[in-house]
């Protein structure tokens, strides 16, 4: 049989079911789809650290891929008009792809499925868990992480498949293209690189090498990358590495060594990540509501001003810390998780934004960006998602003294900045969010 595997999260070849199912396949077409991403409040486009290290997990699995006699077809457009015609082109009898969650994403596969002629199989995402595995169905997810955290205490992940051996050939007739090239380099600050072998490396480092695991709990706050927590985002939200990957090595290295509270909070956070993405599979397009996904959450009162927006996107905005936490992003495409909730605070408690404006401007440029978690955790910032206490208040001030007590992180990405005059907006300056009416 003539198949085709359409890959979207996950770039690699290890612990990829999806892809193995594809192996007894006479001849198997790899297919990636580059989709620009559709303008949402206000911003357009993906930052140029993103788009490097995804050109990066793609260079790096075609090199894999052409080692087995295989490769990586690059297109760019929609899928649900490439798809068809490349079936039909070519003859295909089956189509496969994993799932991800999205108002978009699910529109495509729903569309997919009704222009496609062949069937179209869709897999599991980049989880720890099979959804049949799980100890409820999506209706009964938990609307807070405890209650889900304790049912699958009893619940172990899957394990790991290896990479296939060998694979199917591509069809003759196929003429692939040179990837596009990068307009970024890797910054200096975040010297990482795409691809599994990359982030196998780094998982290696963390857990066995430099046993940093064994520390995590009280390093993770750490505004830096690779000194505090494990910096293996930018390769899961990829699924250059497998969550279940991840897990195996924590219990691997518990069972080698002995486990203890920073090996357990390092594995509470891959079920954190579980539980957003499971949540937003759930919540549909109530992820992307300003009022959220609670259903007993208020609607946020909240102003739109053009320009705290703006500063607070160049980090210039009268709060040190968050500067240096906006700069760092947009030099490297990375944050600590204790600095997306500084300054996810600061643009919905300080500056009194849509907190959805945050998220899409973090959409842009993180390198590990992953719906479900970034607008999980927004939604659980501005109190109109998962967090049962209705929203997160940091207070900068203390924040700073905390975890960047003598202001050298701010000093290395420039946060103080100049005062600024307070500004008026006109209501010309409103913006514009099609089809939006808060509801
Ligand atoms: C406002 C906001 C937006 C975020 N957006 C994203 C995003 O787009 N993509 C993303 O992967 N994470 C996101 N996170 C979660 C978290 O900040 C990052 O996963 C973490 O900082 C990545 O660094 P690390 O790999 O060193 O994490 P570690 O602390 O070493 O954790 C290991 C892994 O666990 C997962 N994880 C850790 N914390 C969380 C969390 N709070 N929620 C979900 N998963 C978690 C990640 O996969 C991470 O790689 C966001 C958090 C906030 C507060």
């Keep these: 049989m003539r198949e085709l595997y359409w890959l979207q999260h996950d770039l690699r070849l290890q612990d990829n079911p999806g892809l193995l199912s594809h192996c007894a396949a006479t001849e198997l077409l790899l297919v990636y789809i580059w989709q620009e991403p559709q303008p949402w409040c206000n911003l357009r486009g993906v930052g140029a650290q993103r788009r490097r ?20 077809l690059f297109l760019e457009g929609r899928p649900e008009q490439i798809l068809p015609a490349l079936v039909q082109q070519l003859q295909i009898e089956r189509v496969g792809t994993s799932r991800s969650p999205g108002t978009y994403e699910t529109r495509t596969l729903e569309q997919l499925r009704d222009r496609l002629p062949v069937p179209l199989q869709v897999h599991g995402g980049n989880t720890l868990l099979p959804q049949t595995a799980l100890p409820m169905s999506l209706d009964e997810m938990p609307r807070h992480f405890t209650p889900f955290r304790r049912a699958l205490e009893s619940v172990t992940a899957a394990s790991v498949v290896p990479a296939p051996l060998q694979l199917p050939p591509p069809p003759a007739a196929v003429r692939y293209h040179a990837l596009p090239e990068a307009a970024a380099t890797p910054p200096a600050a975040l010297p990482i690189r795409g691809g599994s072998q990359a982030g196998q490396r780094r998982l290696h480092q963390f857990i066995f090498g430099e046993q940093r695991v064994l520390d995590y709990r009280n390093t993770r706050n750490c505004l830096d990358p690779l000194d505090g927590s494990s910096t293996l985002s930018p390769w899961l939200a990829s699924g250059a590495l497998s969550a279940r990957e991840v897990a195996s090595s924590i219990a691997g290295f518990e069972q080698q060594h002995e486990g203890n509270d920073s090996t357990q909070a390092l594995y509470l956070e891959l079920l954190w990540r579980e539980f957003f993405h499971w949540r937003a599979l759930a919540d549909g397009h109530r992820l992307f509501r300003s009022t959220g996904s609670a259903p007993q959450s208020k609607h946020r009162f909240c102003t739109f001003e053009p320009r705290a927006f703006a500063r607070w996107c160049q980090g210039d905005t009268d709060f040190p810390l968050v500067n240096a936490l906006i700069r760092q992003l947009l030099a490297t495409g990375w944050m600590s998780n204790r ?90 300056d409103w913006p514009m969010m099609p089809g939006d009416n808060g509801s």
């Design 53 to 72: 290290l995804l050109l990066e997990h793609l260079g790096a699995l075609r090199g894999r891929l052409q080692e087995l006699g295989q490769d990586l």
């Design 339 to 428: 600095g997306r909730q500084i300054a996810a605070s600061c643009l919905i408690n300080e500056l009194g934004l849509d907190w959805r404006y945050g998220a899409a401007f973090f959409e842009k440029h993180l390198i590990d960006y992953d719906v479900g978690s970034n607008y999980g955790n927004w939604q659980y910032i501005a109190g109109v998602g998962a967090d049962p206490r209705g929203g997160r208040h940091f207070n900068l001030a203390k924040q700073a003294a905390e975890h960047d007590p003598d202001g050298l992180f701010t000093a290395k990405w420039g946060g103080n900045r100049p005062s600024q005059p307070l500004y008026v907006t006109d209501a010309a």
